[in-house]
């Protein structure tokens, strides 16, 4: 295949920026692999909301169901954090990914030499540091149902519902099972199985699913554990398999073990389609200043290209153009150091253009 529709939903704050620069380096692997794409753009998140009041409307929905992959932005921001949790901008994110049936969000995240003295870790420790957060995307409390917020005995009262269905559980153990015979063939299931029911059931599945791959090293490891393991001997990990909000958090601590968030892309699989999106959020500090690292929604685009356009080679000519321009000493204001270069958005993504 050599044309591909792809929904573009730049979202809010950085998301519009960020966008841009990975739009900037797809234009040339296009014309450098000779693939064409056509681009749709979706309203969604607070932008969606001032313009339509929904942060999801049906026509966004419409274009990314009609794509062949689908390229976020981020979304989010002050100007509509108090609006009910099923009308906030990140509730329009959460109803793409369960329309889509997204239930497969993968993290990477691994240490760029280069900015090993970015890592708030000892680089001895972070050094060679290669690890995939295998996140499930489309249950646990995120959807569980009952939920909600109401008046009990006279005081307020918020809930929800940590659920996981035992098929949910098993197609993400499949996942991780699959990537870690990829790699180095660990790993680690993340849960807190001493205290909650669904985390029972998630072991036991996971266990049985492993019945399958008995090749691949299984190591189950409580959440509170793994979260300080991580920063420990972060280098012992391969692939981190964990539910939808053990993995929100985990993933985020991930990035900063790297040296930024805002160096960490993700692709979030299901049975038909793919979603592409770096895993920060809109950064409205930093918003409208033009200094975000393009990197992580740089990096989503490249593995868009391996995962969904089948380019590995492309994949890695991105990847390769982004640890050159790291080498050559250029950053952006979250990784620099005393010494490197600081360049804004548009300065290191045509660094990162001359490169490839
Ligand atoms: P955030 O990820 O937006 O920002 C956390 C910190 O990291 C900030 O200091 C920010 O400046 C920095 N950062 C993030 N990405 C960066 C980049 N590319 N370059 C440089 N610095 C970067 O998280 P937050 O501040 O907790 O949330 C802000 C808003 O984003 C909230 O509304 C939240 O709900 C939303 N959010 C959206 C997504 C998403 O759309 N997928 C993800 C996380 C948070
Ligand atoms: C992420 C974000 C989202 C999540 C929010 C914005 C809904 O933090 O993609 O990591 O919690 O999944
Ligand atoms: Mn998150």
Redesign the pocket.
Known sequence: KKHFKIAVLP?D??GPE?IESALKVLDVISKKYGITFEYKHGLV?GAAIDETGDPLPPETLKICKESDAVLFG????EKW?NLPTDKR??KG?LRIRKELELFANIRPAKAYAPLLSSSPLKEEVIKGVDLVVLRELTGDVYFGEPRGREVRNGERVGYNTMIYYEHEIKRIAKVAFEMARNRRKKVTSVDKANVLEVSGLWREVVNEVHADYLDVDLEHMYVDNCAMQLIRRPKDFDVIVTGNIFGDIISDEAGALTG???MLPSASIGERYAFY??????????AGKGI???I?TILSAAMMLEITCKLPQAARDIEKAVEKVLEDDYR???IWSPGTKKVNTAEMTEEIIKRL
Not at 74 to 77: F, K, L, N, S
């Open positions: 979202g704050g950085i960020i998140g981020a979304v989010g921001g954090d901008p990140e994110l930024s968030l805002g999106e770096p895993i920060h959020g809109s950064a409205p500090d930093i975000a690292n393009p992580a952006t204001a979250d």
